[in-house]
């Protein structure tokens, strides 16, 4: 079981980027899954979410309105589109598999990702 996590980089405010997560060894089909990030010197944090069926999507009250989460399970694949984007975003950036939708929770969540840095930055 393996989640990969990719897409993160160097980009100014305002900018733009699109981080991916590909799942391996298990279908992403059927569970819930969700970003989260991690600043420097700061707790892991729940960014967004997404039932298995596309049955309702979730974001932090810092992102509303400027990521999007989004899955295609034929691919088994995630993905979280990023606009506008401020120095406050910058964090590492973690894909997770949970056990249940809308949730924050870190215990509910049962794979993770290694990791992708996005750092925002002029």
């Known amino acids: 079981v393996q989640l990969q996590a990719s897409g993160g980089g160097l980009v100014q405010p305002g900018g733009s980027l699109r981080l991916s997560c590909v799942a391996s060894g298990f279908s992403l089909a059927g569970y819930p899954v969700g970003w989260f990030r991690q600043a420097p010197g700061k707790e892991r944090e729940g960014v967004s979410c997404i039932g298995s069926a596309d049955e309702g999507s979730y974001y932090s009250y810092s992102v509303k309105g400027r990521f999007t989460i989004s899955r295609d399970n034929a691919k088994n694949t995630m993905y979280l589109q990023m606009n506008n984007l401020l120095p406050e975003d910058t964090a590492v950036y973690y894909c997770?598999?949970?056990?249940?939708?809308?949730?924050?929770?870190?215990?509910?969540?049962?794979?993770w990702g290694q990791g992708t840095l996005v750092t925002v930055s002029s």
């Open positions: 997770a598999v949970g056990t249940r939708p809308a949730t924050f929770a870190l215990d509910d969540y049962i794979y």
